[in-house]
């Protein structure tokens, strides 16, 4: 028997207490039996957004929240810039020239963050950009970039929003919606809201619906106008995916028991003894400046490829985390510790790094890693 372990950054694992709630019949989307339900769903994501403003639901993964946010607020030909700093990034600028936006790419090492201080020179010289493009946690790398400095500094601009891709931060940092001024902000099922894949969520500022009056794109199966619209009766556009939002609505009551300032310390705790433990064993870090609390990302060692890493720690162990993506395929290994994430999921993980290490070779002293988060994880 191989006992499983899902420490990827997405899909993370789901809660009993969720599981259960999905396993019971299915309720009809248009009967008043569900309009509770959304409602709760409803509230419980303005509260986790930490937002006045509509959360709309979508049945889709996190890609289609992405897409949704360019076609609903822009037109072809608009300016906007994408910051791209790994393999979401890059998503962002797809997706912007796919509904042909004039599109200023802003490529950022991958393992560093963007420096807002380079957004902020761009839009001070043209002020007809109308949208900057971003992750919060950009899940490829293991950074994050300053959500709050490049608000700070979109806010100044009545024609510009901000768009950021927190799919992978949401949970795992704290990002205030609107004490900082985010305009629309994307997060998925499958991350840190702990469901499995098959919701997006969409929060949505009013300078941000000023936009998407004007906006000429083509749509329509993500009409953010019409979910709005529908969110007010409770409901959504086409058939709700009732099953994940009585799943989501378990979660959130999870989430707003422990409280959200303890989620995200949870997180910060986890995040740090995971790289102090990474680096106890000899390790690099991938992110040479401000990691992200849903992720951790490891250089291999030397000689080592980090696929072979993923790979045993999959087959030998059990624990499924995940590789490396593009020119850093075989470079790195990523552990999240996101969501339903705690001690023993950090410990787990640093025990099958050091054990796999160990059995290809590389010269580790086991327990090395372990004991540094363990000491920083005692209570
Ligand atoms: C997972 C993820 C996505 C969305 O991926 P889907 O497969 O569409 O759910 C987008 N951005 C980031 C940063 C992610 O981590």
Partial sequence: MLKRYLLAPGPTPVPSEALLAMAMPIIHHRSP???????????????????????????????????????????????????????????????????????????????????SEIVEEKLKKDTSIKGIFVQASETSTGVYHDIEALARIVKKYENTILIVDAISALVAHDLKMDAWGIDIMIGGSQKGVMLPPGLAF?????????????????????????????????????????????????????????????????????????????????????????????????????????????????????????GGQDHVKGKIFRIAHLGYADTFDVITAVAGVEMVLRGMGHPVKLGSGVAVAEELLLK
């Fill in 33 to 115: 039996d569900f309009l509770p339900v959304l409602d709760a769903a409803k509230k419980g994501l303005q509260w986790l957004y930490q937002t006045k403003n509509d959360v709309l639901i979508l049945c889709s993964t996190g890609t289609g929240g992405m897409v949704g946010a360019v076609n609903n607020f822009f037109s072809p030909g608009d300016k906007v810039i994408t910051i791209n700093g790994g393999k979401f990034g890059e998503r962002w600028t797809k997706i912007c020239k796919a509904y042909g936006l004039n599109t200023d790419e802003m490529v950022v090492e991958w393992g560093y963050a963007v420096k």
């Fill in 202 to 322: 969409v929060g949505i500022s009013e300078k941000a619906w000023k936009f998407a009056e004007r906006s000429k794109c083509p749509r329509f199966y993500f009409n953010f106008k019409k979910e709005r619209e529908n969110l007010a009766k409770n409901q959504t556009n086409f058939t709700s995916p009732v099953t994940l939002i009585i799943g989501l609505n378990e979660c959130i009551k999870m989430l707003r028991k422990e409280g959200i300032e303890n989620v995200f310390s949870r997180h910060e705790r986890l995040a740090d003894a995971t790289r102090k433990a990474m680096l106890a064993i000899g390790l690099e870090l991938f992110p040479k400046e401000s990691p992200s609390n849903a992720v951790t990302a490891v250089c291999a060692p030397s000689g080592i490829d980090g696929q072979e890493i993923y790979k045993n720690l999959r087959e030998k162990y059990g624990i499924t985390a995940a």
